[in-house]
Every structure is written in C-alpha cells, then in structure tokens.
T-cell receptor, first 113, second 116 residues
Framework: SQKIEQNSEALNIQEGKTATLTCNYT??????LQWYRQDPGRGPVFLLLIRENEKEKRKERLKVTFDTTLKQSLFHITASQPADSATYLCALDRGSTLGRLYFGRGTQLTVWP | EAGVVQSPRYKIIEKKQPVAFWCNPI?????LYWYRQNLGQGPELLIRYENEEAVDDSQLPKDRFSAERLKGVDSTLKIQPAELGDSAVYLC??????????????FGAGTRLSVL
C-alpha cells in the first residue's frame, strides 16, 4: 500500500523566514503530487499540483519541488507570515483513472511574529 | 460560485444509533468523494462516485456504512449502527475528473461526528 510521510508533525518558524515542508513516499510512484492547506475546523484547500516530469512549480510565495529519484517533494513558503499558520497536507495521485488521492498526515506550521 | 456544502457540521450520537451525512458538490463536478479524517491524520478515502456510480468503495466498511448518490448530484453517507471508533470528521469533496488537474479536489467543511 502507498505510504506517505511528512517530515514532522509540527514546524515553528519566525515571520519572514522560509518554511520548508517535506513529503516522502514509498511504493507506487505518483504521476502527480498535490499540496493542500487545512485550517482548524475546515476542509483542505488546494494549493499546488506538480507532475512527475516537472522539477519545480511556483505560485506567488509558494514553491514545490518533485524529485522522483528521491521519492520526495519539498514545499516552500517564502517570506512566511502568521497567516500562513495551518496544517499542510501532501497528496499523491497515481494518475490513470484511479482517482484516489493518498494523503499524508500533514505538518502543522506555526509562524510567530 | 458555491463550494461543496455539507450538513450537519456537528453530530453527537450514542453508540449503536444511526447517523447520516449529506453533501452537495460543486455544480458540474461529476466525481464525488467521501473521506474520513481522524484527529492528527490525513483524509482517508471511503468511497468515490463517478456520476451516480460508486467506482471505488474498497475502503468502505460495508457492514455498517452505506452511501448513495442519486441522480449523480447530492450524496448521503450513512452509518448504522455507529461505534465509538467511528468518531471522526467526515469530509466530502468533488472534482471534475479522476486524474491530473481534473483530480484537484474541493472539500466541504466536514461533519464532526462524536459517538458516545
């Protein structure tokens, strides 16, 4: 079965620094990898998607990398702000018509002023 | 445009009682998902629908869980009877399709179930 590990349950950083979250996976190689943000009491919200043949994807202060050799994705938030505090989930999509996303347990990010 | 709507937001029941959750997906989204999220964990798929057909229900505990998506729009997830271990957040999501960009999923706020 697919196993996804997100580097730590919690990450605390100072405002203005870059937050780096890690997602490692085993077994199946995903065709796509997605990152979601989840705030307390709410459902996950989609942030970024990266394909297996893409090395990097950017959106404003967010950057995602995808290394299929290492079986790892890194998620970066530059110039972090207290409003970025949330839980971030990575999710693997094996492609084809399977449709299932395999979610990691998430990393809770806290950005303090 | 309205997002995915779920109700109720909270439900407290005693064990062995039945419970039902309702989901209205984003208009035009043919694919609908029910997930269960335990505290401190990521969402885990229970069932996926393509229109009104359940195409992936391998993770659904069929002895007590059932789901339906009549007319390929709204969906209902039912538990009967509920057990203490069913306490969790039940999330509904919808997407345009099953892979790639079409598999970007839009989630409702979830129903938090507490079984006493």
């Amino acid at each position: 079965s697919q196993k996804i590990e997100q580097n730590s349950e919690a990450l605390n950083i100072q405002e203005g620094k870059t937050a780096t979250l890690t997602c490692n996976y085993t077994n199946y190689s995903p065709a796509y990898l997605q990152w979601y943000r989840q705030d307390p009491g709410r459902g996950p919200v989609f942030l970024l998607l990266i394909r297996e043949n893409e090395k990097e994807k950017r959106k404003e202060r967010l950057k995602v990398t995808f290394d299929t050799t290492l079986k790892q994705s890194l998620f970066h938030i530059t110039a972090s702000q207290p409003a970025d505090s949330a839980t971030y989930l990575c999710a693997l999509d094996r492609g084809s018509t399977l449709g299932r996303l395999y979610f990691g347990r998430g990393t809770q990010l806290t950005v303090w002023p | 445009e309205a997002g995915v709507v779920q109700s109720p937001r909270y439900k407290i029941i005693e064990k062995k009682q039945p419970v039902a959750f309702w989901c209205n997906p984003i208009s035009g989204h043919n694919t609908l998902y029910w997930y269960r999220q335990n505290l401190g964990q990521g969402p885990e798929l229970l069932i996926r629908y393509e229109n009104e057909e359940a195409v992936d229900d391998s993770q659904l505990p069929k002895d007590r869980f059932s789901a339906e998506r009549l007319k390929g729009v709204d969906s209902t997830l039912k538990i009967q009877p509920a057990e203490l271990g069913d306490s969790a957040v039940y999330l509904c999501a919808s997407s345009l399709g099953a892979s790639g960009k079409k598999n970007i999923q839009y989630f409702g706020a979830g129903t938090r179930l507490s079984v006493l």
